[in-house]
T-cell receptor, first 115, second 117 residues
Framework: EAGVAQSPRYKIIEKRQSVAFWCNPI?????LYWYQQILGQGPKLLIQ????????DSQLPKDRFSAERLKGVDSTLKIQPAKLEDSAVYLC?????????????FGSGTQLSVL | GESVGLHLPTLSVQEGDNSIINCAYS??????FIWYKQESGKGPQFIID?????DKRQGQRVTVLLNKTVKHLSLQIAATQPGDSAVYFC????????????????FGDGTTLTVKP
C-alpha cells in the first residue's frame, strides 16, 4: 500500500515570497491533516479536512496560510507571504478508522527554510 | 495551557539494553495516549496506544505504562536495536476517545533515542 506522498521534499525561499506544498493521501482515506513541526518540537495541527470540507482550521494563521482539498483527494497548503518563523517541516497525514479508533499515517514532510 | 512534556530530551543506550522513555501530561481529562516514532527525514509513525481504562499495554518489543494518579506514561523498548534510534513522541487526546480524534492530538516535544553498538 502506497503511503502519504508529499512534495517538494525541500524548499528554500526568501521572506515575503509565497510557497505551496502538495499532499496525496493514502487512497480511500477521507480525513486529511496538515501539521507544522518546528525543529525540536512535536507536530502542531494546522487544519483538518473531511473529504473536501474543512473540519477544523482554528489553528491556521489565516492571514497568510491557506489550504484546499478541492476534489476530496489531494491537498495543497500555501503560505503567502512567508515569514522567517514559518521555517519548519510541514507534515501531511491521512487517517483511517481501525474499528472505532483513528490511525494516522504521516508523509515525510516538506522542509521549508525561509531566509 | 495544557501541555505534554517528556522528562528527558535525549537518551543514549547500549544495543541490547532495555530503554525507558518517559512522558508527563498535565491535562487530567486526557484519556487516550499514543506513542510515535520519528526517524530522521520521515514523518511520525504510530507505535502503540493506550486508553485511560488500562494501565499497561504490550506490543512487539514495546510496552506502554500509564499512571493516571501522577499523570505519567512511559514507553519501554526491550532489547533496543540500532533501528530504534529515532525521536519518540507521546501524544495525548481529549475525551471522548472513542471518537475519531487522534488527529487532534497534542504532541510533546520528543525524546531522541540513540542506540550505541
Amino acid at each position: 500500500e502506497a503511503g502519504v506522498a508529499q512534495s517538494p521534499r525541500y524548499k528554500i525561499i526568501e521572506k515575503r515570497q509565497s510557497v505551496a506544498f502538495w499532499c496525496n493521501p493514502i487512497s480511500g482515506h477521507a480525513t486529511l491533516y496538515w501539521y507544522q513541526q518546528i525543529l525540536g518540537q512535536g507536530p502542531k495541527l494546522l487544519i483538518q479536512f473531511q473529504n473536501n470540507g474543512v473540519v477544523d482550521d482554528s489553528q491556521l494563521p489565516k492571514d497568510r496560510f491557506s489550504a484546499e482539498r478541492l476534489k476530496g483527494v489531494d491537498s495543497t497548503l500555501k503560505i503567502q507571504p512567508a515569514k522567517l518563523e514559518d521555517s519548519a517541516v510541514y507534515l501531511c497525514a491521512s487517517s483511517t478508522l481501525d474499528g472505532l479508533w483513528e490511525k494516522l499515517f504521516f508523509g515525510s514532510g516538506t522542509q521549508l527554510s525561509v531566509l | 495551557g495544557e501541555s505534554v512534556g517528556l522528562h528527558l530530551p535525549t537518551l543514549s543506550v547500549q544495543e541490547g539494553d532495555n530503554s525507558i522513555i518517559n512522558c508527563a501530561y498535565s491535562n487530567s481529562a486526557s484519556d487516550y495516549f499514543i506513542w510515535y516514532k520519528q526517524e530522521s527525514g520521515k514523518g511520525p509513525q504510530f507505535i502503540i496506544d493506550i486508553r485511560s481504562n488500562m494501565d499497561k499495554r504490550q506490543g512487539q518489543r514495546v510496552t506502554v505504562l500509564l499512571n493516571k494518579t501522577v499523570k505519567h506514561l512511559s514507553l519501554q523498548i526491550a532489547a533496543t536495536q540500532p533501528g530504534d534510534s529515532a525521536v519518540y513522541f507521546c501524544a495525548e487526546n481529549p475525551p471522548p476517545y472513542w471518537m475519531a480524534n487522534a488527529g487532534k492530538s497534542t504532541f510533546g516535544d520528543g525524546t531522541t533515542l540513540t542506540v550505541k553498538p
